[in-house]
DNA sequence: GCAACGCATCCTGTATGCAGCATGCACACA
DNA sequence: TGTGTGCATGCTGCATACAGGATGCGTTGC
């Protein structure tokens, strides 16, 4: 038997899939800013048990996702436009570090991959499919803090960044604001490819700062 | 009655308390990294069940202190000499966007705040004790990054601090280092004083530098 | 009519029970 | 003697039960 095809089973454990699951019904909106989260309530929609889900939704707060209220339970935290602002601030130094590192440090191969993901996002924004267009922004993000090849910046900035989602999915629900941010991207790659690291500093700096105009009317 | 002197209730959930526990735990050397972590064990030991601390443990995982392994447990985590440069790299950003802002935002009285907590630190050291100096060291770069009024940027950085902790309290046993540290934290403060941003992101960079030459040895 | 108190209900926080999997050891076989 | 297999034990993962506090509504008194 080949040995190269031999991957281990993946695990899941419950608390963990249900990280992800409610993660993503605060960014869809299903859960709602500022709502209270029934623990009994939730799990029955969700078929599992209490204890999970109560993992779960710790796990998530530590993420700032949800607060927890001694006696009260969870509530979905609600972003204030300082808070939007603040992040993006923190997002921006950490963006510009990994745009540094990944001209330092990145492989040709890596930067052909992003350039790959990239054309691909392109080809989505030219067929106007804006869910899956956002879903490959948000993976060419993450894509390029990782070829800084500092786990650190990559997970912090995922964490931070995943707090974003929501906000910046409907702040590019205009036209105007989609193809702008698609202009940046195109920007962001080439400097990439340059291995430009002053001008990919800059370009990220614009793109979230371009982001805070974009979210701000809607927060 | 003066309402003034009446504060709400400290509300404590055991697996908050737990968290900061284990943390210190962890911090301390009490759980040695790489060692695995018996919820019943542990528990019995703490006077708490297993659903608390479990609870806890996912908390602490999405910290990075603790890696959660599905079907075995909880296990300290490890630090890499990688990890810890990768670390600082990011604390480097942080705290020069920390600084930055301080400079710009604090208020007199804040900075005053910093210096009382200075100077007393300085007796500390000037007294010889460790403990006391190292904590509040801590409190005082808590306080800086405080003085950014970015609330993100202050427990993005907090997070990461934390994961370092155990690692630098060992790093300044030296007195040499111990020696160096402290003339770095004059110049910060001084810095601080005069809003000087660019000496005080200089510094702060130099000192975590130099912390990276005095942990290097030990990990 | 309004406000405050009391009660009933619900929900959270914690403990405990049970099933399934990991692990280490012993024994058998080569 | 070394290796592989099978079993026993213990731990994790999840469900459920129970206690205490939060919440909302009805009632009563002013």
């Given at each position: 038997?080949?040995?190269?095809?031999?991957?281990?089973?993946?695990?899941?454990?419950?608390?963990?899939?249900?990280?992800?699951?409610?993660?993503?019904?605060?960014?869809?909106?299903?859960?709602?800013?500022?709502?209270?989260?029934?623990?009994?309530?939730?799990?029955?929609?969700?078929?599992?048990?209490?204890?999970?889900?109560?993992?779960?939704?710790?796990?998530?707060?530590?993420?700032?996702?949800?607060?927890?209220?001694?006696?009260?339970?969870?509530?979905?935290?609600?972003?204030?436009?300082?808070?939007?602002?603040?992040?993006?601030?923190?997002?921006i130094?950490?963006e510009t570090?990994?745009g540094?590192?990944?001209?330092?440090?990145?492989?040709?191969?890596?930067?052909?991959?992003?350039?790959?993901?990239?054309?691909?996002?392109?080809?989505?924004?030219?067929?106007?499919?804006?869910?899956?267009?956002?879903?490959?922004?948000?993976?060419?993000?993450?894509?390029?803090?990782?070829?800084?090849?500092?786990?650190?910046?990559?997970?912090?900035?995922?964490?931070?960044?995943?707090?974003?989602?929501?906000?910046?999915?409907?702040?590019?629900?205009?036209?105007?604001?989609?193809?702008?941010?698609?202009?940046?991207?195109?920007?962001m790659?080439?400097?990439?490819?340059?291995?430009?690291?002053?001008?990919l500093a800059e370009v990220l700096t614009?793109h979230l700062?371009?982001?805070?105009?974009?979210?701000?009317?809607?927060?």
């Open positions: 038997m080949d040995q190269q095809t031999i991957l281990p089973v993946v695990r899941h454990s419950l608390h963990d899939d249900l990280v992800e699951r409610i993660r993503d019904m605060i960014i869809e909106g299903v859960l709602e800013p500022g709502s209270r989260i029934h623990e009994g309530q939730l799990g029955k929609a969700l078929g599992v048990s209490r204890t999970p889900l109560r993992e779960a939704l710790k796990f998530l707060a530590s993420e700032g996702l949800i607060d927890l209220v001694p006696g009260r339970g969870g509530i979905v935290h609600r972003l204030s436009p300082r808070d939007v602002r603040n992040m993006l601030d923190v997002l130094a950490l570090l990994a540094r590192l990944a001209c330092l440090n990145a492989s040709d191969e890596q930067i052909a991959g992003v350039r790959v993901l990239h054309d691909r996002m392109m080809g989505l924004y030219a067929d106007g499919r804006r869910l899956e267009y956002y879903k490959l922004n948000q993976a060419i993000h993450s894509a390029v803090t990782a070829l800084s090849g500092n786990d650190c910046l990559a997970s912090t900035h995922g964490a931070i960044q995943s707090r974003l989602k929501r906000i910046r999915f409907i702040g590019n629900e205009a036209p105007a604001n989609w193809d702008a941010a698609a202009r940046e991207h195109v920007e790659v080439e400097a990439l490819e340059k291995r430009d690291d002053v001008a614009r700062e371009e982001t805070w105009t974009r979210v701000r009317p809607i927060i």
